[in-house]
Nanobody
């Protein structure tokens, strides 16, 4: 059983930075960050293969966000720089235990409770 607990959300001005953390337990083959704005579908932000460390990003965050992991601490991170108003939303950590590692929400069977990120002008 995989358990995920996010932290690190908050309010920041546009152009600022935040780092999200996701404390994890249990075996994870692939982990990812998703976000959901009010009235919008959940979208993938970034994912990482826990074994190789290979990463992938949504086009909207490339060059601004970095996903990383600390295996010793069983923690996943999302460093978010140059934040924009459109980055506002609830951010979720997700994990899966096998198969492909893509940014498709339906493929992930373990989810955290979410942490709110609000970017203001």
């Amino acid at each position: 059983q995989v358990q995920l607990v996010e932290s690190g959300g908050g309010s920041v001005q546009a152009g600022g930075s935040l780092r999200l953390s996701c404390a994890a337990s249990g075996y994870r083959y692939c982990m990812a960050w998703f976000r959901q704005a009010p009235g919008k579908e959940r979208e993938g932000v970034a994912r990482i293969y826990t074994g190789s460390g290979s990463t992938s990003y949504a086009d909207s965050v490339k060059g601004r966000f970095t996903i990383s992991q600390d295996s010793a601490k069983n923690t996943l991170y999302l460093q978010m720089n140059s934040l924009k108003l459109e980055d506002t939303g609830m951010y979720y950590c997700a994990a899966k235990t096998g198969g492909t590692c893509r940014l498709m929400a339906y493929q992930y069977n373990y989810w955290g409770q979410g942490t709110q990120v609000t970017v203001s002008s």
